[in-house]
């Protein structure tokens, strides 16, 4: 069956990095793309970017760009955010999806983001 | 960047039926903005229902359905269950990157 599992909570200080992993199961890794979405708390969703594992090809959003950076292992079918020059509003759950032809399905369960000094 | 709106808040009596919308600041939503419509209950991932406008998942309840109406993206609930009280979330594709709306939480009361 389809799985997404992504690593473990983190606590970073502002100005740190994240990099949070999604390791794929179940499908054919390089034939779907990957989407991540976060979720400050009490918040709304928001998409951050998109990555496709056969080319390496990304979309982000305007809002993040140049702050995050999509990559993925094709050995281990697994895809990974960074996310640099974190502020307290980074704080956030951090999904992955996959998400092909216009085609959002199965996500990840989330991993927990604190940015706090 | 795009707005996508949605209704902040409905209230439905169990067994009726509700319309949720999504519109976007771009002007009418079509098909090819390829809607995306989730469920999200407190402290779980979201749940996909309906893509590319009006698919269902194969788990999705047949009483959701997916539309597009007077220019907006629409889901409906027919028969509304208890079970369906939830946050719900259209994702609309606009030039070139996905676009959540704000969300609309929905109470069966």
């Known amino acids: 069956q389809v799985q997404l599992v992504q690593s473990g909570p983190e606590v970073k200080n502002p100005g740190a990095s994240v990099k949070v992993s999604c390791k794929t199961s179940?499908?054919?890794?390089?034939?779907?793309?990957i989407s991540w979405v976060r979720q400050a708390p009490g918040e709304g969703l928001e998409w951050m970017g998109w990555?496709?594992?056969?080319?390496?090809?990304?979309n982000f959003a305007q809002k993040l760009q140049g702050r995050v950076t999509l990559t993925t292992d094709t050995f281990t079918n697994t895809a990974y955010m960074e996310l640099r020059r974190l502020r307290s509003d980074d704080t956030a759950v951090y999904y992955c999806?996959?998400?092909?032809?216009?085609?959002?399905?199965?996500w990840g369960q989330g991993t927990l983001v604190t940015v706090s000094s | 960047q795009s707005v996508v709106t949605q209704e902040p808040s409905l209230t439905v009596s169990p067994g009726g039926t509700v319309t949720l919308t999504c519109a976007s600041s771009?002007?009418?939503?079509?098909?090819?903005?390829?809607p995306n419509w989730f469920q999200q209950k407190p402290g779980q991932a979201p749940r996909p229902l309906i893509y590319?406008?009006?698919n269902k998942h194969s788990w999705t309840p047949a009483r959701f359905s997916g539309s597009l109406l007077g220019g907006k993206a629409a889901l409906t609930l027919s028969g509304v269950q208890p079970e369906d009280e939830a946050e719900y979330y259209c994702?609309?594709?606009?030039?070139?990157?996905?676009?959540f709306g704000g969300g609309t939480k929905l109470t069966v009361l």
């Open positions: 771009t002007g009418a939503v079509n098909n090819a903005h390829y």
């Open positions: 999806a996959k998400d092909q032809d216009f085609l959002i399905d199965y």
């Open positions: 590319r406008t009006n």
């Open positions: 994702l609309l594709y606009i030039g070139a990157i996905w676009v």
């Open positions: 990555i496709s594992p056969y080319d390496g090809k990304t």
């Open positions: 179940g499908y054919p890794f390089t034939s779907y793309g």
